[in-house]
């Protein structure tokens, strides 16, 4: 069996990776390459390239890039390991199997085929139970939503799932693991009783999880299944599993609060609609949604804390560079009620006059007679979730909107902005330097960076020159010092490059080997060098010249003398190119 990092080598030298990617995206021949349309975000005109010299892919709309095992992970929401070993299955590679991760495998296939025969049981004993029938037809579910979503029942016995799935040979233990039975008393009863059945999938329409819902009026109304080694529920959204092709084809995703909200949509035609599992919006359900789009409507309920829920889902959308809108639902109304009462066409009406989320806090929030003197706390709650947005261009357009909305000057709403930004719990609340727009394109960032990284690419024999000429210090952004830092301590192999970066080094990496040889590396490798070491310099001399001011205030001739000798060295130094010239 080949070692780990040969088995890699091997499943990419047997795969090309145009076959690979083909069975998820047309793709036609462009040159040397292939193109297509995105799988990552909407888009109508192809910007996805595929290179089969290279074996790896990219997209110049959204900068996702990488090599097969990157595209699997994405596209289909897999691991590492899971990716490797589907693909070292397509090229008939043996892996050499490690012991925990051969057990970590095992166990999530054990808790995926006991959720499969879980929800077996729970759709035949809906079709058995005439109540719970009854219950649906009068929410208005119809069979072929049913259908889609594979809605079940839990009986009222307390026993009767432990009994089934112990009839298939199930451990009580595993059973226990997956959340399905809860230990009380002496014995095991079954978690869900006596309750409607949402089961809970992931992207590949696997079952992961369950959520169930009483008929009554008991409590607690929902229960969702427990965290396992296949469900966390903070990345997870309820319907994405059905509505993500939607999402893709509309170009945008309607996030809703609940099971029958997501349902009810459907049944009105309304297919791109996801909702959180009962709990606050996260990070990685921002992130999970990117993925598809770029445009969110929220439809929250009516109610303090349907507005104070969709509050909360602005600030993680925004800070996830997602551009969100809000449809205000009338007091005491929620999508699943409005659509019922109104109708697909109100729906579908007001869906088209979603609100901003300037206009959300100016109206939800509202300025009325209680609030008369409080614009400025208006303007500063708006403003903290302004501050999360990645696009500066959409921040000061939001300013100027909060601006017009409350009448207040622009200049001191962009004064506190500045404040909130430089605020340590808006560095910790937006995570610092991890949150990013998911778009990681050359232009974005010091383009004498970029280019040493593509010249080290192109013309590996400068490498040496660049390497002896350029510290660390001297490049600024991270992502190109992380890959410069690689390459430097000799990671200069292509494919084993990419392999060791992260997704945003990937993206990067991938859409430089897809630009044009340069004509005259010459030259540009000298402007580069040259424009660094000036503006190096340039620092210096800023620091040196703040040094000189306190000198002189201080009445330090001495100090001072010694600050504008350095001062005339570092000007002479600009004057020179980096070889000295």
Known sequence: MPSYNSALDEIKSRLDIVDVISEYVPLKKAGQNWRGLCPFHTEKTPSFMVSPAKQIFHCFGCGTGGDIFTFLIKHEDLSFQESLNILAKKAGVTLK??????????????????????????????KQNTGAVSYLERRGITRKALELFSVGYAPAKWSALIAYLQSKGYKTEAIKKAGLITHGGKNYHDTFRNRIIFPIFNLRGEVIAFGGRVMDNSMPKYLNSSETPIFNKSRILYGLSQAKESIKKTGFAILVEGYLDVITAHIYGFTNVVAPLGTALTREHGKLIKRFTDEIVLVFDGDASGKKAAKNAIGILSENALNVKVLPLPEGEDPDSFLKKKGKNVFGDLLEKGISIVDFFVIQTGIDSRRKNNEHLLAREALVVISKIPDSVLQGYYVKLLSEKLKINEVFIREELRKIKKSPRHKIASGGDSVKASSIQSRARPMDEVYLLQLILQFPKKSGEIFNAVSMEDLEDHVTKAIFKKMKNGLTDYSALLSECD??????LTELSFMSDFENPEKILKDCLNRLKSKKLQVLLHELQDKIKIAELDNDKNLLTSFQLEQQKLLKLKSTDYTGN
């Open 503 to 508: 997704e945003d080094e990937k993206a990067l």
């Open 97 to 126: 199997k490690i012991q925990g991760q051969s057990v970590k495998t095992e166990e999530k296939e054990n808790l995926l085929n006991l959720h499969k025969d879980a929800l077996i049981f729970y759709q035949q004993s809906l």
